[in-house]
């Protein structure tokens, strides 16, 4: 599955910049990693010098660089990274070992629709009663697909995934180990009779649209009643929390550690960074760029704005009020300086005269 110039040029459409020795690119690597027979590319300036002094066959570089390493073939593409996974995408498919079958000590029921010849069922993996699975499913070892669940067409679930009942996902979707989708929302209510908190059943189901990305150990809620929906292109990384009744717009980015209380509705193209907390029932507007640890509190606007701090401000005056806070010991200084002045004119003033005495 090695890959010619030409090829190279194919998949990424680029421009060949120089007349290199004709290279056999076997894999792809980091600029100070690369090998002579691998790929790699330039996609942040702060690499310039890796890239001077890069071993690699051929590097993905972006227009007008004011200087070049020798002896290195140079594509010219306008995006190097997007262009680069191009690359990683052909080698990770030649790469990918997908054999059809059931494995052995997987336990498939016997109402459960799926083509034993188009999808494979890892070591171990349970398929319960009137679940779905779609051409092209790849159902790690360990993993559970509860009763009547619903996989569309290629989706990958890595070991120990669990996906209950009657939840969807559609084409393309990927799951990271260890992820639970459809768990129980956090539904409880306190009962003044007994003093103990009941339990509220959840009753709902999760959706999740295509070509999404579902981190490791993250967990997905199903709704109390209704639908809690993943829109389609979301990429939720590692460890978050999307509670029951939580819609979430097409092509979101949650990161990591990141968590969103029920019924809360959030937008298209909006980004959530690390640990990152939305309340209930709130709603955040399309596009909209909550920094690092913001605390959403009360709903917030989209169309690009960017909000920080918690409870969140809209970023320009969340940096004022951090800037104001660092200036807050010197402040203190001064007035207590100020307050002690005063005292002592105070006293000054309060001091009886040679004429009073």
Same mark, same amino acid.
């Given at each position: 599955?090695?890959?010619?110039?030409?090829?190279?040029?194919?998949?990424?459409?680029?421009?060949?910049?120089?007349?290199?020795?004709?290279?056999?690119?076997?894999?792809?690597?980091?600029?100070?990693?690369? #090998? =002579?027979?691998?790929?790699?590319?330039?996609?942040?300036?702060?690499?310039?010098?890796?890239?001077?002094?890069?071993?690699?066959?051929?590097?993905?570089?972006?227009?007008?660089?004011?200087?070049? %390493?020798?002896?290195?073939?140079?594509?010219?593409?306008?995006?190097?990274?997007?262009?680069?996974?191009?690359?990683?995408?052909?080698?990770?498919?030649?790469?990918?070992?997908?054999?059809?079958?059931?494995?052995?000590?997987? $336990? $498939?029921? =016997?109402?459960?629709?799926?083509? =034993?010849?188009?999808?494979?069922?890892?070591?171990?993996?349970?398929?319960?009663?009137?679940?779905?699975? &779609?051409?092209?499913?790849?159902?790690? %070892?360990?993993?559970?697909?509860?009763?009547?669940?619903?996989?569309?067409?290629?989706?990958?679930?890595?070991?120990?995934?669990?996906?209950?009942?009657? #939840?969807?996902?559609?084409?393309?979707?990927? $799951?990271? %180990?260890?992820? $639970?989708?459809?768990?129980?929302?956090?539904?409880?209510?306190?009962?003044?009779?007994?003093?103990?908190?009941?339990?509220?059943?959840?009753?709902?189901?999760?959706?999740?649209?295509?070509?999404?990305?579902?981190?490791?150990?993250?967990?997905?809620?199903?709704?109390?009643?209704?639908?809690?929906?993943?829109?389609?292109?979301?990429?939720?990384?590692?460890?978050?929390?999307?509670?029951?009744?939580?819609?979430?717009?097409?092509?979101?980015?949650?990161?990591?550690?990141?968590?969103?209380?029920?019924?809360?509705?959030?937008?298209?193209?909006?980004?959530? /960074?690390?640990?990152?907390?939305?309340?209930?029932?709130?709603?955040? &507007?399309?596009?909209?760029?909550?920094?690092?640890? /913001?605390?959403?509190?009360?709903?917030?606007?989209?169309?690009?704005?960017?909000?920080?701090?918690?409870?969140?401000? %809209?970023?320009?005056?969340?940096?004022?009020?951090?800037?104001?806070?660092?200036?807050?010991?010197?402040?203190?200084?001064?007035?207590?300086?100020?307050?002690?002045?005063?005292?002592?004119?105070?006293?000054?003033?309060? /001091?009886?005269?040679?004429?009073?005495?």
């Amino acid at each position: 599955m090695n890959l010619s110039i030409e090829d190279v040029l194919k998949l990424t459409g680029g421009k060949l910049l120089n007349t290199a020795p004709e290279v056999q690119i076997s894999g792809v690597a980091s600029l100070d990693e690369a #090998c =002579p027979g691998e790929a790699s590319f330039l996609g942040n300036e702060k690499y310039f010098k890796d890239f001077l002094a890069t071993r690699a066959g051929l590097v993905l570089v972006p227009p007008a660089l004011p200087q070049y %390493p020798e002896g290195v073939c140079l594509v010219e593409v306008e995006n190097p990274s997007l262009a680069f996974n191009a690359l990683v995408d052909h080698f990770m498919k030649a790469a990918n070992d997908f054999v059809p079958g059931i494995a052995p000590g997987a $336990v $498939v029921d =016997p109402t459960a629709r799926l083509n =034993p010849q188009k999808v494979r069922i890892g070591a171990n993996a349970v398929v319960e009663a009137d679940a779905e699975i &779609g051409d092209g499913c790849d159902i790690g %070892p360990g993993c559970v697909i509860g009763k009547s669940a619903r996989l569309g067409e290629n989706c990958k679930l890595h070991a120990r995934v669990v996906v209950r009942e009657r #939840c969807i996902l559609g084409h393309h979707v990927t $799951v990271q %180990p260890g992820a $639970v989708i459809g768990s129980d929302g956090f539904g409880f209510l306190l009962n003044k009779e007994t003093g103990c908190y009941d339990t509220i059943d959840q009753v709902g189901i999760v959706v999740i649209g295509n070509h999404v990305d579902i981190g490791a150990n993250a967990t997905i809620d199903r709704a109390r009643f209704g639908r809690t929906v993943i829109g389609d292109g979301c990429k939720l990384d590692n460890l978050v929390q999307v509670a029951h009744n939580v819609t979430m717009g097409n092509h979101t980015v949650m990161c990591s550690q990141s968590g969103i209380a029920g019924s809360s509705h959030i937008g298209t193209y909006v980004t959530l /960074a690390a640990q990152v907390g939305v309340a209930g029932h709130l709603t955040v &507007g399309d596009k909209a760029i909550l920094a690092a640890r /913001a605390g959403v509190i009360s709903s917030v606007e989209g169309n690009g704005q960017a909000y920080f701090g918690s409870p969140c401000s %809209p970023y320009k005056d969340a940096m004022k009020q951090y800037a104001a806070l660092h200036r807050m010991p010197d402040a203190l200084k001064e007035l207590r300086a100020l307050r002690k002045q005063v005292e002592e004119l105070q006293k000054k003033l309060s /001091a009886p005269t040679d004429t009073q005495a």
